[in-house]
C-alpha cells in the first residue's frame, strides 16, 4: 500500500511521529499532511518539509489513514469538526485514556480503529509503540502501520485492557529518565565533575545499559550483578539505592499514571 497519512494535531508528540517517519525516509513528505488548532504547531510541521491542510476536512479529505494526536480534553471537538470526513478511514488514535469503546462513540459506523500508545523518542526513530490487538483496520493497513511505527521504534502488540498499561510505563518515560539523568547528574557534579561531563556519562551509560539489555536479552538483575563486585563500590551504590525507594518510587509512578490514563 501507499497510503497517505493525515496527522491531526502536529504538538509533541503528532509532530515526533511526523517528523521521525519523514526523517528516517518510512513515508515520503508528499504522502503527509497535518492539521492543527494552533499556527506554531502547523509552523513546526512546514519546518521540516510537511505540507499542512487549512482545516479538518481538508485534511480528512487527502487522507487514507489519519493519526488522531490530540489531548484527550480537545478530541471531542476535533472529531465533531472532523464528521462525516472520517467515514470509511483507518484512525489510528493516540489520545491518552480514549478506549476503542469511546473512540467508536465519537466516529462515523464505517471509520476503522487503531488505538496506538507511542513515546517522544519517535523523533530520533527510538519510540516505543504499544499497538491494541483489538482493532478493527485491515490486515493490509495493519500491516502498513505497523511497518510505519517500526521505521521509528520498537512496536509491541498488546491487549485493549494494557493500554492505560503501556501509557504509564513507555508513554511516561521520557519524562521518568529525565528525572533519573538529571539526579545522577547531580550526584556527579557534587562529587566535582562539570555538569556537562555528568550529563553526558550518564546519558551515554544509560543508553549503552540499554542497548546491551535489547540485543542480547539480558535480565536486569543479571546485568545488576555482574557490575556488582562483592565489597565493591557498585553494590553501595544499589544498597543507597534501595535505601531511598528508588526502586518502590518508579514502580509506583508507573502505576498512579496507568490508573490516571483510565481516568481520562
Known sequence: MNSRLGIIGFGQMGGAIGSGLVANGALD?????????????????????????????????GSDIVLLSVKPQDAPTVLEQAGAGLAGKAVVSIVAGWNAETLSAH???????????????????AGAFGLSEST??????RSEIEEWFSAIGLVEWVPERLMDAVTGLSGGIPAYAAIIVDALADGGVQQGLKRPVARRLVLQSLLGSAKLMLETEQHPG??????????????????AMERAGVRSGLSEAVIAASRRASEL
Open 107 to 125: 466516529l462515523p459506523e464505517d471509520a476503522r480503529i487503531l488505538r496506538v500508545m507511542p513515546n517522544t523518542p519517535a523523533r530520533v526513530a
Open 222 to 239: 543479571d546485568l545488576k550483578d555482574a557490575v556488582c563486585s562483592p565489597a565493591g563500590t557498585t553494590i553501595e551504590g544499589v544498597r
Open 136 to 141: 478493527t483496520v485491515t490486515d493490509a493497513e
Open 29 to 61: 513528505v508528499g504522502r503527509i499532511m497535518a492539521w492543527d488548532l494552533y499556527a506554531a504547531a502547523l509552523q513546526h510541521a512546514t519546518d521540516v518539509g510537511i505540507g499542512t491542510a487549512g482545516s479538518v476536512d481538508e485534511l480528512c479529505s
